[in-house]
């Protein structure tokens, strides 16, 4: 074989590993199917159970994970867990979905108009500066104790990622893309809904669960604010009442349900961004 045709075979045969073919990613995947995450938190919590158990640490303040599973299997038999969860939940849930939407509707707004980046744009990022801790006497004031100002502060919380994510989406379009549509003559409404959204969608996803995340955070100032149930509040109670346990069980739950948010965040977006060819797979 001439040295022409082993050069032009050459790039396809001198790919490295980390550029292999997907089928080998889900064969690696295959071998491993307990999630590799779960190593390392197991690790920690079977060393601090040996330490505590060998008598080198007294485990008052830092109980073992034995003890913390035990407060966590309590409160979920007397249903006071559940109760705290949903609160939780349902408030995150609510300030998610409004702040999410107008984050949506001004970060497109903003991305998409010069007018209206320059109108609305430095009012938000000075906002964006105030700690969420500033706003929760505000809020108390205009709403009061009760639901409306804790979900108002969650939303807060959740608007600014989603708010960035989505105008630097936006304004981050190749310019190219607009302009073959532009040669095919699409109308503007094909315009977005073929080129311009697709093109947008993978910053909307990645800023939804980063103001997921930050809803998360946010939920523990606005559950501070009186209120009378929910993970925010049992952690309070157990920092009043010198309950170790029961706070770490609070963090282990808020941990838990933070997860399995953001896991249903991804699936739920996964058709969306379906279409990207991606050197790597997605996690």
Partial sequence: MSATGMAGTSPAMTLSEDEASPGETVSARRRFPLPLGLLLPLVLALGWEGVVRFGLASGRLMPPPSHILATL??????????????????????????GAAAGIVLGALCGASLLGRRLLDPTLQAFRAIPSIAWVPLFILWLGIFEASKVTLIAVGVFFPVYLGVMGGVLSVDRKLVEVGRVFRLPGVALAR??????????????????????????VAAEFMGASEGLGY??????????????????????????????????????????????????
């Fill in 234 to 283: 049992l952690l309070v109670d157990g920092q009043q009442l010198g309950k170790p346990d029961q706070i770490l069980a609070a963090i282990i739950a808020f941990a838990l349900l933070g997860k399995l948010s953001d896991s249903l965040l991804v699936a739920a977006t996964a058709p969306l961004v379906r279409w990207q060819d991606r050197h790597r797979g997605r996690l």
């Fill in 73 to 98: 299997w309590s409160l979920a038999a007397s249903g006071e867990l559940w109760t705290h969860l949903w609160a939780t939940t349902w408030r995150v849930a609510v300030g998610f979905g409004l």
């Fill in 194 to 219: 073929r080129i311009l959204l697709p093109a947008v969608l993978p910053e909307v996803v990645t800023s939804l669960r980063s103001g997921l995340g930050l809803g998360f955070m946010f939920v």
